[in-house]
């Protein structure tokens, strides 16, 4: 392809790109797929290797592993670039995989769930700086919406594959699998474009404080499940562990709300938390307030996972939504509004399809935001320093979301046995007021 031909290519899906934009899917579809899996089959695992009580920290561990992982990772990838990064990533991903499908113990799955997460932050960070350096900046858009549809469109397939490769192979299979399937998406991205970068700025004591950060996520992580004694303690103690580590792991300056890299932190956290936090009482509310069979409020939460992916991809196609700032903006408005407008699921008289259309608002305003916002932080990075900038902003999510679904769970409690879609409904509408408030940051990025 000549020169000019490969700079007028506007569509990630062709020429040179193609192959990597089809390996980015392949990759992210991987991940979610793996996670919702390992959801779907957990019980049949604390069954066979008699760990019920570990059945939170296997969930909390690699999320854990995770947080170290990008800590650590964005200077090496800046250092090294995203191919190595990426192939140690895959080694430690697939190795940690395969450690938990043939564990015969709890503490060897365990210690298999703490590998494959360690490998899939630093897989996360090369992604994001792959992407960086393989496409041109016009095109990220359009990248990152596919990205979120890897992402999203698990959800419709992964628990239902899972449980079906479980019946008729086993638990072990659903593990066992993964490998196959992670290298062939890496051989797709092999060969992209990434170029290494210079010395980087060394940081003394970040190991330790990422384990601080880790240790505070995983503690969140647990209370949030309300099954260990005095719980609301220990998501206290996760909270100022996570506000501790992360305050010094983050650029400096990365939580006051500043025009740049900041203001990207802080929109991104806003939507991103009001999100989660909203997500986690839907099912609550519609069953126990409306009457819906779990079944039936799955389909809501799948509501909410297909506009998320349409808000990604129609923000990076439609002209007129090409200013990033303003996407983000309105994206922020449309998580505000819309899960507010789910809240009046507790208003008696107001028909189900009205908080239903509401969940989807949202979806659709976060998949026009947190695509965007993926762009812009990528943008505020120095060549060479996409590996630092990606950290922060994963890092950032990991840290804000496990702390706000934290609280939102110790107030819940103390309401769970008396007031349930009460305390549930005050929770959903403070993850609309969080959403709303992103707009304050989000009102600063254009500079």
Sequence with gaps: MTAYAE?????PWRGRHGRTTVGVF????????????????M???AAALDGLRWYAVAFAAPLA?????????????????????????????????VLAGLA????????????????????????????????????????????????????????VIAAHVADAFGWRWVFLGVPVFAVAAWLLVADAPSRAGGATERRPGRMRL????????????????????????VAIVGVVAIGLGGARLLPPGAWSLRPGLPAVLGARAGVGTAFAAAEIYIPLLLTLDRGLTLTEAGWVLTVGALTWSSGAVLSA??????????????????????????????VPGVPLAVPIVGWGMAGFGIGMAFSTLSVLALAT??????????????????????????????????????????AATGLVVAAAVVGALALVPASRLRA
């Design 104 to 159: 015969p113990t709890m503490p060897l799955f365990l210690l298999g769930r703490l590998v494959h997460g360690f490998g899939g932050g630093v897989l996360g960070v090369a992604l994001y700086v792959l992407i960086a350096q393989a496409y041109p900046e016009r095109l990220r858009p359009q990248v990152f919406a596919v990205l979120t549809m890897g992402w999203v469109l698990p959800a419709l397939v992964g628990p």
């Design 381 to 422: 990075a120095a060549p060479g320093e996409e590996g630092r900038a990606s950290s922060a902003l994963q890092l950032n999510d990991y840290l804000t979301n496990s702390a706000g679904v934290a609280l939102g769970s110790v107030v819940f409690a103390g309401f769970a046995d008396t007031a349930p879609v009460a």
């Design 210 to 233: 990422s384990f601080l950060a880790a240790g505070g996520v995983l503690l969140v992580s647990v209370a949030g499940q309300r099954a260990v004694p005095a719980w609301p303690l």
């Design 317 to 346: 196609r439609w002209r007129r939504l090409a200013d990033p700032p303003g996407r983000v903006r309105l994206g922020a408005a449309l998580v505000a509004v819309g899960i507010g407008t789910f809240a009046t699921v507790a």
């Design 7 to 11: 700079a007028t290519v506007d569509s």
């Design 26 to 41: 392949a990759l992210a579809f991987l991940f979610a797929f793996e996670a919702l899996a390992v959801a779907t089959v």
């Design 43 to 45: 019980p049949d695992v």
């Design 65 to 97: 592993a995770s947080v170290v992982a990008v800590a650590v990772a964005g200077a090496q990838v800046d250092r090294l670039g995203p191919g190595p990064a990426m192939r140690r990533g895959l080694v430690l991903f697939c190795g940690g995989v």
